[in-house]
């Protein structure tokens, strides 16, 4: 093995280790507006970057990862993913925004439910 | 191009093997980001997804040469922001000697790539601003004659933007070639030297104008600017129109390059190729 190779090999070794250390790093979020936690009702999530039809399909999929995330609905006209929360489960808003935010996008808002 | 019409008969091999794959995997089918058919986009997978793409690409060299390339790629989430890629193409070959000939079947080189996205401001509903940073290698899958067979490391960038029915993706990457490369090289990246490949497109949204609650597929037309060079002083650039349907469940691409500025030194020129290509999300 040359020089160049263990070169490459290196250097594929250690992004992985890069990349945990970047995400480990605390990063700031702007405020997101809602409830800090969803008790049963229907909301509207207000997200931002949904850009393609695509992210109808990654949005859903994460959000229904959700213990008590029932029916997300897309509405990329407006920016609006509508979800029923269903049983006792009492997603956190932060779940929420965090699956938002694995499928890719910014939750911005959370709208609705039985205060 | 008689090459072609021999080509179109024995590359149904070729056809049956994404045919296959796409088969017994579309249960749960969805397509992946607004990426453009032939240059990255700062997109990545959701954790725990994956996104298979196959990619056809037909090219007709100088001299009635043809050569066929389907190419597979499995791209995985493995956290927010972080996803692993690895591509393989396969080839069947029409050139002339000492290249691979009659219809020759061969592996290039895989890419195995991580990706970074370093990026990501979401502006309104629709806009986005993405970075992301990838580093892999070239691994040494080559079977003889269709790629160096040699690892070489890459690194590159690549920024996508996307405002209302507009969008922009630029690309840089740079390989190390450890080879010696082919004597008789079918790519100009293939004759050992270094390489840079730039890249920049265009996507406009042509369908929907806006969009409205239904779930229609986006149609968007694209044009790229898809370049090589070489440290041993050789480019070629490529103009590439195309095509891009993206549905919820799938993405479609077709397009065509042809060349703009060619300075080969063994390599056969291109006179076009023309490309189609799918992709999912599991």
């Known amino acids: 093995m040359n020089c160049q190779t263990l070169l490459a090999c290196a250097f594929l070794a ?3 280790c890069c990349a945990t250390a970047c995400r480990s790093a605390p990063r700031s ?3 997101i507006v809602g409830p800090s936690s969803l008790t049963a009702g229907t909301y509207q999530l207000v997200v931002h970057g949904m850009s393609c039809p695509k992210c109808i399909s990654n949005v859903e999929l994460q959000l229904t990862r959700i213990t008590g995330v029932t029916r997300p609905v897309v509405d990329m006209k407006n920016g609006i993913v509508a979800i029923d929360v269903t049983g006792g489960a009492n997603p956190s808003k932060d779940a929420i925004a965090n699956a938002i935010a694995d499928s890719g996008f910014t939750l911005v808002e959370i709208r609705g439910g039985n205060p | 191009m008689a090459a072609a019409s021999t080509a179109a008969g024995a590359s149904v091999t070729l056809i049956a093997v994404p045919v296959t ?5 579309i249960a749960t089918a969805a397509s992946h ?11 990545a997978p959701s954790p725990g997804v994956l996104i298979p793409r196959i990619q056809m690409r037909a090219y007709f060299l100088e001299d009635d040469q043809f050569l066929l390339e389907e190419n597979i790629r499995l791209e995985y989430g493995l956290a927010r922001d972080l996803s692993l890629s690895a591509e393989i193409p396969l080839y069947q070959g029409f050139l002339d000697d000492p290249r691979p000939s009659d219809g020759e079947f061969g592996l290039g080189d895989a890419d195995l790539l991580v990706e970074l996205r370093i990026l990501r401001d979401d502006l309104n509903a629709v806009d986005t601003v993405r970075a992301s940073i990838f580093a892999g290698a070239e691994l040494p899958t080559a079977t003889d ?13 690549v920024f996508t933007t996307i405002s209302g029915r507009h969008g922009i993706d630029l690309a840089a990457r740079y390989t190390l070639v450890t080879g010696d490369g082919l004597a008789a090289p079918i790519f100009l990246t293939d004759a050992g030297d270094d390489f840079l490949n730039l890249d920049a497109g265009y996507a406009f949204r042509i369908h929907p104008a806006a969009y409205t609650e239904e779930r229609e597929p986006a149609w968007y037309l694209t044009a790229e600017i898809n370049s090589v060079w070489t440290m041993g002083g050789e480019h070629e650039v490529l103009l590439s129109p195309g095509l891009l349907i993206e549905a919820p469940t799938y993405a479609l691409e077709f397009g065509c390059s042809l060349p703009l500025s060619e300075d080969l030194d063994a390599a056969p020129r291109l006179d076009f190729a023309l490309l189609a290509g799918m992709r999912l999300l599991f």
Request: with cysteine; aromatic share 2%; hydrophobic share 45%.
């Open chain 2, 21 to 25: 794959l796409i088969s017994t995997l």
């Open chain 1, 29 to 31: 979020s702007p405020a």
């Open chain 1, 14 to 16: 250690a992004l992985p």
């Open chain 2, 33 to 43: 980001a607004q990426e453009m058919p032939g240059m990255p986009a700062a997109t």
């Open chain 2, 145 to 157: 004659g269709f790629a160096t067979g040699s690892l070489d490391p890459c690194v590159g960038a």
